[in-house]
């Protein structure tokens, strides 16, 4: 658990099929519609405990709601949660739509969850992850009228990615998920389908909005619920629809600001190693965002042949645990996309 006193863990009922719970706050002026959510994966507690202290910030006036509207929904994934696991029956973050006929618990989960995306234009979903790293988030495609993932709001959604507080922002992860899959079936792997590349945030932007994935550090981390915490009194303010209020000597409540930041760095995701034979491994210490040279080993392979880093760059979940046909690592390079 945390370690922070003000962790206090959200409670979902003991039972199969938890409702899905979200807690609204409505502004009395006209605004977006943002929705924030957090334990996707069960045990990415961050969320939940960022979740739980930003709706005690609106009910106690340290953040007020001005304009259009937050849902907040601190536990997306209840059975994932009350086990302390990434899934339930699945990944909820994989393939998520509608399902006239769901079979599994995600399946069961993505029916109203979908319907809640549907009623927003920006989602902010909260995530932590497995290895070291620092916090970064995740966007999507610039503007586009492809197939695989139509949009029209990429200059709204990199200056959302680029408000929240984290000093990495990273994109490219459909095309990746493609470059996936083209890798297995060099392998002659069970064929991935594109469709498990679509969570939260692909299915925001197929809706109509926009949304993007706060990656706040490490699962265990104490920090990580800081992060996420901080990072929606940012969103909200961003967005118009809040105002944050702080207590002073002089008057009880005053209008904030928000602290000044960094420009964050953008790196375009674009390359992976994947293990292509059981023992193959990833070379050295890395963790996500670390830069790396061209020509610097990253992984090696059971044969004991070193693969090299093609071009200057950064790693991105770098894992040591890589089973046949998953990415040992991600690349990137330095975006061309200014936040
Ligand atoms: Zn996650």
């Not at 920006?122 to 695989?148: M, T, Y």
């Not at 297995?184 to 498990?196: D, F, N, S």
Request: with cysteine.
């Amino acid at each position: 658990m945390s370690a922070n006193s003000s962790a206090i863990r959200w409670a979902v009922p003991n039972v199969d099929d938890a409702p899905l719970e979200s807690v609204r706050f409505h502004g009395l002026k006209t605004g977006p519609k943002l929705i924030v959510v957090g334990a996707v994966h069960g045990n990415e507690t961050c969320g939940p405990n960022a979740i739980v202290r930003a709706i005690d910030d609106c009910r106690a006036g340290r953040l007020v709601i001005r304009r259009g509207e937050v849902t907040f929904v601190p536990v997306a994934n209840a059975k994932a949660y009350r086990q302390n696991t990434r899934e339930g029956d699945r990944n909820l973050n994989r393939d998520l739509r509608e399902r006239p006929l769901p079979v599994d618990n995600e399946d069961r989960i993505g029916n109203p969850l979908t319907a809640l995306l549907r009623q927003h234009d920006v989602l902010l979903d909260i995530h932590s992850f497995r290895g070291e790293g620092k916090p970064f988030v995740f966007f999507g495609p610039e503007d586009n009228a492809g197939e695989l993932e139509a949009f029209r709001h990429a200059t709204a959604e990199a200056a959302f990615a680029a408000c929240l507080g984290t000093d990495i922002l990273i994109h490219g992860w459909l095309d990746i998920y493609v470059a996936l899959i083209a890798a297995r079936e060099r392998l002659a792997l069970p064929p991935l389908a594109v469709t498990e590349g679509f969570g939260t945030t692909e299915y925001m932007r197929f809706a109509g909005g926009y949304g993007v994935t706060l990656e706040c550090g490490q699962h265990d981390d104490p920090a990580a619920a800081d992060i996420g915490h901080a990072a929606i009194h940012n969103a909200l303010v961003h967005l118009g629809i809040a105002v944050r209020r702080t207590a002073s000597l002089h008057s009880p409540m005053v209008d904030a600001a928000l602290p000044a930041r960094r420009r964050p760095a953008v790196i375009h995701m674009n390359d992976l190693v994947i293990c292509e034979t059981p023992g193959d491994k990833l070379e050295g210490q890395w963790r996500t965002g670390d830069s790396v040279t061209a020509g610097q080993p990253v992984a090696r392979r059971v044969d004991g042949e070193l693969v090299s880093a093609p071009r200057d760059g950064y790693i991105i979940f770098p894992n040591a645990n890589a089973k046949l046909g998953e990415a040992i690592c991600y690349l990137g390079v330095r975006s061309a996309r200014g936040a």
